[in-house]
């Protein structure tokens, strides 16, 4: 049985203003976070700041903040990147692990799950087919913080895993209307349009 770390990103989100900032106590939620996943068996690895760099998103806050007279507005956000021994080899039914250009992937019945890209900055076309099989699935975390600025995601992918482009600078992505999206699949800027 082969040991793996997996990995996963987590985002916190924080608010401001008088309200929001008695709702929130940034280090309580960050540490209720934290020991929920340690309890699911996970390690918390880093703890980075999220910016919006948006500026229509920070033109929202601020008219937030203006129309509820400084009492609320949403402020920023933590990513909390978490890691995991993986020795599990349940999920490979089929007993394939490969990597094919910069994506490295998991066979499964017959199916094919991207979990992480190796690849550079900028443009990333995720391939229909790998090893004459359907790609149906892009695994959590799989092309997160990979400064990609466009994606183009082919129609057979069935799901995409909790936060698996988070941390890039994508500003729009289309998705089939069948795909399922995990909990921050993209940044919340990010303009899904579905086909």
Same mark, same amino acid.
């Given at each position: #049985?082969? =040991?793996?770390?997996?990995?996963?990103?987590?985002?916190?989100?924080?608010?401001?203003?008088?309200?929001?900032?008695? #709702?929130?106590?940034? &280090?309580?939620?960050? +540490?209720?976070? *934290?020991?929920?996943?340690?309890?699911?068996?996970?390690?918390?690895?880093?703890?980075?700041?999220? +910016?919006?760099?948006?500026?229509?998103?920070? !033109?929202?806050?601020?008219?937030?903040?203006? %129309?509820?007279?400084?009492?609320?507005?949403?402020?920023?956000?933590?990513?909390?990147?978490?890691?995991?021994?993986? $020795?599990?080899?349940?999920?490979?039914?089929?007993? =394939?692990?490969?990597?094919?250009?910069?994506?490295?992937?998991? @066979?499964?019945?017959?199916?094919?799950?991207?979990? =992480?890209?190796?690849?550079?900055?900028?443009?990333?076309? *995720?391939?229909? =087919?790998?090893?004459?099989?359907?790609?149906?699935? %892009?695994?959590?975390?799989?092309?997160?913080?990979?400064? !990609? $600025?466009?994606?183009?995601?082919?129609?057979?992918?069935?799901?995409?895993? +909790?936060? @698996?482009?988070?941390?890039? &600078?994508?500003?729009?992505?289309? %998705?089939?209307?069948?795909?399922? #999206?995990?909990?921050?699949?993209?940044?919340?800027?990010? +303009?899904? $349009?579905? &086909?």
């Amino acid at each position: #049985m082969e =040991r793996r770390k997996i990995n996963k990103v987590v985002r916190v989100d924080l608010y401001g203003g008088l309200i929001g900032s008695s #709702m929130t106590n940034p &280090r309580k939620a960050l +540490e209720d976070v *934290i020991q929920k996943h340690n309890a699911e068996g996970w390690h918390c690895h880093q703890v980075i700041p999220h +910016e919006t760099r948006n500026f229509l998103v920070s !033109l929202l806050q601020g008219v937030l903040l203006v %129309i509820t007279l400084f009492l609320f507005t949403f402020s920023g956000a933590y990513l909390l990147i978490f890691e995991k021994d993986n $020795t599990d080899n349940s999920h490979n039914v089929s007993g =394939r692990d490969g990597i094919t250009g910069d994506f490295v992937y998991t @066979a499964d019945n017959g199916k094919i799950t991207i979990t =992480r890209y190796e690849g550079g900055k900028g443009g990333v076309v *995720i391939p229909e =087919r790998i090893d004459n099989l359907p790609v149906v699935s %892009i695994g959590a975390s799989a092309f997160a913080y990979n400064n !990609l $600025t466009s994606v183009v995601i082919p129609a057979s992918i069935l799901n995409i895993g +909790e936060s @698996a482009f988070a941390g890039n &600078r994508l500003k729009s992505v289309s %998705i089939s209307n069948d795909t399922s #999206m995990g909990e921050g699949a993209f940044d919340p800027e990010v +303009e899904i $349009t579905r &086909r």
